[in-house]
């Protein structure tokens, strides 16, 4: 079995910042990528940053967080990390962490989620 534990969110005003964390445990063999989701209410969830796993980790953005948000990860520890800096109202979502696997069980392995609020 394989777990995604998120954790780091919460209720944050308008410029504010936040660090979230995605620490997987179990059965991971060897990881491929890890991404960051965020759903809102009423709206598909998105594809928010990731990050490949190889000799010099690539890392990707959505247009919407660029220049904003950075992913980065700790290979001894199995965690990925977003850190999130001048929050804006509309960064407001449920955020998930998502795993894929180079070997079985390859997945998709996805968090429970964490709730980001950005509000006065």
């Known amino acids: 079995q394989v777990q995604l534990v998120e954790s780091g969110g919460g209720l944050v005003q308008p410029g504010g910042s936040l660090r979230l964390s995605c620490a997987a445990s179990g059965s991971i063999s060897r990881i491929y990528s890890m991404d960051w989701y965020r759903q809102a209410p009423g709206k598909q969830r998105e594809l928010v940053a990731g990050?490949?796993?190889?000799?010099?980790?690539?890392?990707n953005y959505s247009d919407s967080v660029k220049g904003r948000f950075t992913i980065t990860r700790d290979t001894a520890k199995n965690t990925v990390y977003l850190q999130m800096n001048s929050l804006k109202p509309e960064d407001t979502a449920v955020y998930y962490c998502r795993m894929l696997l180079s070997l079985p069980p390859y997945g998709p392995h996805w968090g429970q989620g964490t709730q980001v609020t950005v509000s006065s």
């Open positions: 990050i490949r796993i190889g000799s010099g980790d690539s890392t």
